[in-house]
């Protein structure tokens, strides 16, 4: 079965840090690429992140490299979000999402991605 539930969002300053989990069943985690994506009101949900459960490469988008990291808990089926240096343009809705393997071009593509978790609120203040 799978399963995605994100925690760990809030309000931060611009420049803090926040971590997200993403909470998977262990056959999401065994079997799936994990996806995080954001969608601010009015934008299109954007991916930012990308890996394989388990443990494997990660990708990120232009906006966020250097600022966020994936990190994994293998026993707890579990992925996370580290993000750095916030800015109020990092304020979305955050979600984690679970796809099969794709080619490059279609790492950070919401249509990619079988299954999503219900998100978790981020909001940056200057």
């Known amino acids: 079965q799978v399963q995605l539930v994100e925690s760990g969002g809030g309000s931060v300053q611009a420049g803090g840090s926040l971590r997200l989990s993403c909470a998977t069943s262990?056959?999401?985690?065994?079997?799936?690429?994990i996806g995080w994506f954001r969608q601010a009101p009015g934008k299109e949900r954007e991916g930012v992140a990308r890996?394989?459960?388990?443990?494997?490469?990660?990708f990120y988008a232009d906006s966020v490299q250097g600022r966020f990291t994936i990190s994994q808990d293998n026993a707890k089926n579990t992925l996370y979000l580290q993000m750095n240096s916030l800015k109020p343009e990092d304020t979305a809705l955050y979600y984690c999402?679970?796809?099969?393997?794709?080619?490059?071009?279609?790492?950070?593509?919401?249509?990619?991605?079988?299954?999503w978790g219900q998100g978790t609120q981020v909001t940056v203040a200057s």
């Open positions: 999402a679970a796809g099969p393997w794709v080619t490059s071009r279609e790492y950070f593509r919401p249509a990619s991605y079988n299954y």
């Open positions: 262990q056959y999401t985690y065994s079997n799936y690429y």
């Open positions: 890996t394989l459960g388990g443990g494997g490469s990660t």
